[in-house]
């Protein structure tokens, strides 16, 4: 018998020990949510503009599941023209809008599914086939739940000629669904204030775009 290390004869079998075999577990799958929340607000977010800003307007709603519960882990991100319709973007053309104007929000809902934008009311755009679109703020929305965003638009209630030749409201032919795109200003409130509740499922679901 060899002694443990010891020289082996040449060609006799050597030891080879098993391998470690670590099991393997399935992963989480892989959505939106609820992981989402860390590293993504940012405090001053939800500000578009300082709340003193001439001209500002509050933009705020609730995001809602199927059976009207309040989504409280979801992010709301607003994407708009400035006033005079530019954006503040190096490949606009119309030359990168104001400096000062970022165009861009982002506000994560509380216990009761709210999100609050304070921002300035977008000017209106040229369609990419023609005609104007109506001011309007592009939204994306990540929740729980969702493998992608969902991308809806807020339109105003006060734009209704403007609303009515936008190409993209045009396209949505039941006026029950175009009106999820519409913002409402709440009896009593005041102007600058408007409400655009988010509904992801249900018979009252909010248009959302295939972008």
Same mark, same amino acid.
């Given at each position: #018998?060899?002694? +443990?290390? @010891? &020289?082996?004869?040449?060609?006799?079998?050597?030891?080879? +020990? &098993? +391998?470690?075999?670590?099991?393997?577990?399935?992963?989480?799958?892989?959505?939106? $949510?609820?992981?989402?929340? *860390?590293?993504?607000?940012?405090?001053?977010?939800?500000?578009? =503009?300082?709340?003193?800003?001439?001209?500002?307007? #509050?933009?705020?709603?609730? =995001?809602?599941?199927?059976? $009207?519960?309040?989504?409280?882990?979801?992010? =709301? %991100?607003?994407?708009?023209?400035?006033?005079?319709?530019?954006?503040?973007?190096?490949?606009?053309?119309?030359?990168?809008?104001?400096? %000062?104007?970022?165009?861009?929000?982002?506000?994560?809902?509380?216990?009761?599914?709210?999100?609050? *934008?304070?921002?300035?009311?977008?000017?209106?755009?040229?369609? +990419?086939?023609? $005609?104007?679109?109506?001011?309007?703020?592009?939204?994306?929305?990540?929740?729980?739940?969702? #493998?992608?965003? =969902?991308?809806?638009? *807020?339109?105003?209630?006060?734009?209704?000629?403007?609303?009515?030749?936008?190409?993209?409201? @045009?396209?949505?032919?039941?006026?029950?669904?175009?009106?999820?795109? *519409?913002?409402?200003?709440? &009896?009593?409130?005041?102007?600058?204030?408007?409400?655009?509740?988010?509904?992801?499922?249900?018979?009252? %679901?909010?248009?959302?775009?295939?972008?």
């Amino acid at each position: #018998m060899t002694q +443990p290390g @010891a &020289p082996q004869a040449s060609g006799a079998p050597q030891y080879v +020990p &098993p +391998p470690i075999v670590t099991p393997l577990f399935l992963t989480p799958s892989q959505t939106v $949510g609820p992981y989402l929340a *860390i590293g993504l607000p940012w405090p001053d977010g939800p500000w578009v =503009v300082d709340a003193g800003t001439d001209g500002a307007i #509050m933009i705020s709603g609730r =995001v809602l599941d199927g059976a $009207g519960s309040p989504v409280t882990d979801a992010l =709301v %991100e607003t994407w708009q023209a400035a006033p005079d319709g530019s954006f503040a973007h190096p490949d606009d053309p119309r030359g990168g809008g104001d400096g %000062e104007f970022r165009g861009f929000g982002r506000s994560a809902t509380d216990d009761s599914g709210r999100y609050q *934008i304070t921002t300035l009311r977008p000017g209106a755009l040229p369609a +990419p086939a023609g $005609g104007t679109q109506a001011p309007h703020l592009d939204v994306s929305v990540f929740a729980r739940g969702l #493998m992608d965003r =969902v991308v809806t638009r *807020i339109y105003f209630p006060d734009e209704v000629a403007a609303n009515a030749a936008d190409p993209v409201l @045009a396209s949505i032919a039941d006026p029950g669904r175009r009106a999820t795109l *519409i913002a409402e200003l709440p &009896p009593g409130g005041v102007p600058w204030e408007f409400r655009f509740d988010v509904r992801l499922q249900g018979s009252r %679901e909010t248009v959302f775009f295939d972008v």
